[in-house]
Structures are given as structure tokens and as C-alpha cells.
């Protein structure tokens, strides 16, 4: 006997949703029709023709050679754990190596510590908008995001004390991501010792995403445990951005050195077991890139500075559109004054639509839909920024009109 009848997926694939990457299938659509797609959807600097620096291919090159192409110990090489060790001790948050586990990109990372401290039903407080992974990840454990608003009107600033309200029993992590994803915003230390002292006092780990840490235009921003090394926080990076090597899915995580976190790294090193390893010869890039030649990233800032600037003058120079001018990374999260019962992903459609500029819709990063942002990844050069901008401007003067009638 044939069926043909769908083999079912489980419940939990409808609550993994990845805006970034989802969108796509609409853009493949509209180049099959014929139209230039312009892709700002994707934090990817490769694509947009920034180069990874050559010591470090060198470095994966070579160990391949010398016969690094077996498994590597889970909680990865010891050189890259130095690495990671001696980066952080310098930047003022003091770690040993043996708190260091090297994972697939920031990303594993993250994955590894939530499933290591979440429970189904349990909490986690995650920025809004955030950066799509936690939810995904969190709908994939069974636990429930609680979001924290971070306010446009103060440039993207979260309030500590709302957060602090927001605990519960049940609140397991405190996921601050700075500089962040997607609004660009990086936060000043009054904060971030307001968020450190909570998580302090109602001891729960702050996860800190610091993966875009160095590409702060005016320099790198230190390590949040540096502010008070003996908090439970746990660091995440990667290669992935200010390094130029996304797709080697090379980073890690630095637990911080208080006693209190030891059980959570016994746990991560468990479930790290589980996986094996993370791709071996890239974790001898890390050592490469953390005490090497980092002469691209000054350029890398100043190349970001220019973009981020064409970007905020040219699109609130379009009526009906506010943004927040980023101050980190390369991601800006404008706004358009939508007509009631017009949701932000009417708008990114229609604009992929018209013009084949493709953006992500604010509710794919937790906004809600009405409230009209969208996150514009501004990697492009200025020239194509300008031409890219131009577009969008005639497309929401057009949209605006048609779509308050
Ligand atoms: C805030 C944030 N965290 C984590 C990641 C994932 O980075 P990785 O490539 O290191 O996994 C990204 C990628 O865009 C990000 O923006």
C-alpha cells in the first residue's frame, strides 16, 4: 500500500521562526521574475566584498595541512582557549582557559548555554526588537521569552527597571545583546552596571552577545563582566564579524569566574561532549585572529562610520521615516509611519516587490507589526547605499500615498 499522505513535523518547527533567512524564499521569487535583487537581510560582510584577513586563512590552511582534520577535544584547542583567556583578561574580564569552550559561532554557543539552564515553561528575558535566535531557540526548548522593551525615543536604550520588575521565579537568563543587533544602539555603563547589578542580586546569568564588541565606530567596547569580573555573566563572540570569517562558524563563550556559574559550564561542557567538536581547523584561526595583525579593523569601523552615516541622512530625509543613528555594527532599524491596519511586512514585501530591495520586517525581530520598523543590514558600499536609498525613498512616497487612501 502507497501514501502519500505528509510525514508530520513536530509542534515545536511552528515556533522556530527566522525572519533573516525566511524572507528569502520571496526575494528568489521576484529575481526569477527577472528583477535585481538587492540582499540587506543578511549580516554578512563577505557578501558585500569585505575580505577575511590572510593570516588567518593562512593559519586554517596550515592546520589542515599538518593534519588537524580530526576531531578536536569538545570544549575545542587549548591555544584557542588561551586565546580567548588572555583577550578577555586584558579587556578586564579576568578568565581562565578551562572556563572557555570554543563552539560553532556565537550562535552554538548561546543554544548550548539556554538549553543548559532552561527547563520547558521556564523564563528568559530577551531584548525586543532581538536578535531572531533566542526565540528560536527558546520555542525549540519549550521556554517562554519575556521581552524587555528598549526604547526608539532613547535611542534604542533598554530601562533596567522595567527588567528588574519583569523577574519572576521562573526567570532563568538575562540576555542583553551590546552592541546590538538589530538597532545598532551600544549602551553606556550606567546601564550596564544597572543590568549587571541585576542579574547580580536576583542571581541569574546575563547572557552577554558581544559579538559585534569591536565594531563600535569610536572602538572597541569592553567586555560586560568587566565591570564587576565576580557577576554571573557568561561572554559570547565569534569570528563571524569583526574577524571576517562568518562562515567557519568559529567562536566562543567565557564563563564568568564566579563559583556560582560552575554547574551551568558543567553543564555546557556536557552537552558540548554530545556534539564533538566545532569545525577543528577553524579554531586555529582564533588564536591567529586574537593575537595577530588586526590592522583591518580599524578600517572595518571606518568603513562602517561612513555607511552608517549615509544611511541615516538618507533615509530620514524620506517623509514619513525615522531611524535612530546606529553607533555599532552595521545595522540600522528605521521607521515608517504605516497607515492603520498596515503591518511592517506589507511594506518590506511590497518594496522587495517593487524595487528588489529586500529588508526584514521589525516583527521578525519582536516589534510589533503595526508599529512599521524594518532592519536595513548597510554593508553595501556608499555608492549602491545612495542608489539603494533613492529607491526606497520614491517606493514609500508612492506606498504612503497609496495606501492612506
Ligand atoms: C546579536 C547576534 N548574535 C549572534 C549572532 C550569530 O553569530 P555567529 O556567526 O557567531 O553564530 C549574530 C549574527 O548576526 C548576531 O547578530
Known amino acids: ?87 578577555l583578561t586584558r579587556r578586564g574580564m579576568p578568565v581562565t582557559p578551562d572556563r572557555v569552550v570554543i563552539t560553532s559561532g556565537t550562535s552554538e554557543g548561546i543554544e548550548l548555554v539556554l538549553t543548559a539552564i532552561a527547563e520547558g515553561g521556564d523564563e528568559v528575558l530577551i531584548p525586543s526588537p532581538t536578535y531572531p535566535l533566542y526565540t528560536a531557540v527558546l520555542a525549540k526548548i519549550g521556554a517562554v521569552p519575556v521581552f524587555y522593551r528598549k526604547d526608539p525615543t532613547a535611542g534604542w536604550m533598554p530601562d533596567p527597571e522595567e527588567i528588574e520588575r519583569q523577574i519572576t521565579p521562573r526567570t532563568r537568563a538575562l540576555v ?34 558581544e559579538v559585534y564588541g569591536d565594531l563600535a ?65 577553524m579554531e586555529y584561526a582564533i588564536p591567529a585572529a586574537l593575537n595577530g595583525d588586526r590592522s583591518h579593523e580599524a578600517g572595518f569601523r571606518a568603513a562602517l562610520r561612513e555607511r552608517a552615516e549615509i544611511t541615516v541622512s538618507c533615509l530620514n530625509a524620506i517623509p514619513g521615516i525615522h531611524t535612530v543613528a546606529p553607533t555599532a555594527a552595521f545595522y540600522a532599524m528605521p521607521q515608517v509611519q504605516l497607515p492603520a491596519g498596515v ?16 529588508c526584514v520586517h521589525g516583527s521578525g525581530f519582536a516589534t510589533r507589526p503595526e508599529d512599521g520598523f524594518f532592519r536595513v543590514v548597510f554593508l553595501a558600499s556608499p555608492g549602491e547605499l545612495s542608489e539603494i536609498y533613492a529607491l526606497v525613498a520614491d517606493f514609500t512616497k508612492d506606498f504612503l500615498a497609496r495606501s492612506s487612501h
Not at 230 to 239: E, G, K, T, V
Not at 263 to 270: I, P, Q, S, T, Y
Not at 343 to 358: H, N, P, W
Open 1 to 87: 500500500m502507497r501514501t502519500t499522505a505528509a510525514i508530520p513535523v513536530a509542534r515545536r518547527i511552528s515556533g522556530f521562526v527566522y525572519a533573516i533567512r525566511n524572507i528569502v524564499a520571496e526575494a528568489r521569487k521576484v529575481e526569477a521574475a527577472g528583477q535585481k535583487v538587492r540582499y540587506l537581510n543578511i549580516g554578512d560582510p563577505i557578501t558585500f566584498g569585505f575580505k577575511t584577513p590572510p593570516h588567518m586563512i593562512e593559519a586554517v590552511e596550515r592546520a589542515m595541512r599538518d593534519s588537524h582534520n580530526g576531531y578536536a577535544p569538545s570544549v575545542g584547542i587549548l591555544p584557542a582557549r588561551e586565546a580567548v583567556a588572555a583577550e
Open 176 to 209: 542583553v545583546i551590546d552592541p546590538n543587533n538589530p538597532t545598532g544602539a551600544t549602551y553606556p555603563e550606567p546601564i550596564r552596571r544597572r543590568l549587571i547589578e541585576i542579574a547580580d542580586k536576583h542571581n541569574i546569568p546575563l547572557l552577554a552577545d
Open 217 to 281: 565606530y569610536e572602538g572597541p567596547v569592553p567586555p560586560m563582566a568587566s565591570l564587576y569580573p565576580d557577576a554571573p555573566i557568561i561572554s559570547f563572540s565569534s569570528l563571524s564579524k569583526a574577524y571576517l570569517a562568518p562562515g567557519w562558524r568559529a567562536g566562543w563563550m567565557a564563563v564568568g569566574r564566579t563559583e556560582r556559574l560552575d554547574e551551568v559550564l558543567a553543564g555546557v561542557k556536557k552537552l558540548a561532549d554530545g556534539r564533538l567538536c566545532s569545525t577543528g581547523p
Open 343 to 358: 503591518t511592517d511586512e506589507t511594506y518590506v514585501l511590497s518594496l522587495l516587490r517593487t524595487t528588489g530591495v529586500l
